[in-house]
C-alpha cells in the first residue's frame, strides 16, 4: 500500500509540473502575440468647435491605428489611394487634409491592447496651418484575416463589361456588381463619412445577412436585374446626392462563409419627395463591431469602395 501511495503521489507531482509546464508556455504564447509598436499621426486644426482635447484624442487613435498598420498591414482592399491621387490634386492643404484624414480610415490587422507612453503636441507648418500631432508606443496584437476572393465593383449602369465606375452625378443612380467562388453570405454598408447605412439586405428583410451562391452574378439595387429575388419590388435602389462641389463615401463588402454576428441599426427615416434612407448606425458603432468580427472570424473578408459624387454642372 505504501509502495502504491508513494506511486500516485509521484504521479501527481508529476502531472502538475506537466501542467504547470503547459500554462507556462500558453502564457507566454499568448504574450508573444503582442508586440510592441510604436506610431504617429497628425490632425490639421481646422474646427473652432473642437477643443484642443478632441483635437488630441483624435490625432491619438489614428497614431495607434498607424503603429498598428506598420507592424501588420491590412488585408482590407480599397481604392483609397488612386481615388485621393486623382481626385485631390490641386486642392488646397485645409481642404485636402480634412478629407483624407477622413477618408482615409483603414482597418489595419491588428488591434490596440494598451498604451506604453504617449506625447500630444501642436505645431505649425510653413504654410501657417495649424496641427495637433500625437507619437504613441504600446502593445498590440495581429488579426488574422481573409484575403479578399471575391470580385465587387460599383456601376453606373447595370452592364459590368461597360458600365464600370467610381464617380457618380449628383442625381445619378448606382449599383453594385458581386461574385463569389464558393456560397457565403454579405452584407453592403455605404458610410457617407457621417453615418453608416446598410444597403444589402434591403430594408424590407429581416435577416443581418444576405445569402450568396458561388460563382453566381449578383447586381446590386437594379429591380431589372434580380432574378436572385422573388418579388422585385423588395429591392432598394440608390440615387447619389451631393450638396457640394464633390462628395466622398465609402461602400464596405462584406463576405463570410459563416453567417455574420448581429449588430444594432435604427430604422429607415422618410426623407422629402418620397426617398427614404437604408438602416443605418453609427460609424463608431460599425467600426466596432466590423473590428470584433475581424478578430472573431478569420474567414471573413473586407473590401471597400470609394465612390466620389460630384455636382452637375
Known sequence: MNFLSEKLSLCRQQYGFLILLLLLFYSKALAAQEILVSGEASVLANNLLKTRAQYEHEAMLMARENAIEKAFGTSVMSNYERLTITEMEGRSVAFNSDKRSNYLNSFPNGIWIKDVSKSCYDKKDENGNFWYACNVTGYARKIESASVMFKAFTLDGTDPLINRSETFTDGEFGYLYFKSPEDGCIIVFFDDLKTVQRCVPYNKSNENYFKVEGNREY?????????????????????????GPIDYNLFYILFSPVPFGGYFYNPPEKLDKGYTTFKSMSRESFHSWLQDNRTKNKELQVQVVGVNIVKRN
Open 219 to 243: 447586381i446590386f439595387f437594379s429591380r431589372e436585374n434580380c432574378d436572385y429575388l422573388s418579388d422585385r419590388n423588395q429591392v432598394d435602389e440608390i440615387e447619389f446626392y451631393t450638396e
